[in-house]
């Protein structure tokens, strides 16, 4: 059964950095797009950054110059290294795949097949 578990969250002050990390397991994830979603107390989540099969990347507008995703498909993970962390950044991180990679980039839950459990990220002003 295929499986991704991320790791990595935690508390941090404003200005400071984490790297979270998100292990597949079950099956080869390499041919997948993958993607970063947060999800604050009271909101709907949404897509920070995604990496296409290919190793294309996209940011939200909010992040940009800040995160940066990557993958090792040798270990069948993804990354998010998160710097100069805001306030606004504070919520559960979720890692996602997506098997219909041919299809393009997606922006939206909905359109990702596997989901991990998440990993919570605060951060202190």
């Known amino acids: 059964q295929a499986q991704l578990v991320e790791s990595g969250g935690g508390l941090v002050q404003a200005g400071g950095s984490l790297r979270l990390s998100c292990v597949a397991s079950?099956?080869?994830?390499?041919?997948?797009?993958m993607g970063w979603f947060r999800q604050a107390p009271g909101e709907a989540g949404y897509l920070v950054a995604a990496i296409t099969s290919s190793s294309s990347t996209y940011y939200i507008d909010s992040v940009k110059g800040r995160f940066t995703i990557s993958r090792d498909n040798a270990k069948n993970s993804v990354y998010l290294q998160m710097d100069s962390l805001k306030p606004e950044d504070t919520a559960v991180y979720y890692c996602?795949?997506?098997?219909?990679?041919?299809?393009?980039?997606?922006?939206?839950?909905?359109?990702?097949?596997?989901w991990g459990q998440g990993t919570q990220v605060t951060v202190a002003s």
């Open positions: 996602a795949a997506d098997r219909r990679a041919w299809m393009g980039l997606k922006l939206i839950p909905a359109e990702y097949d596997y």
């Open positions: 079950g099956r080869t994830f390499n041919d997948y797009n």
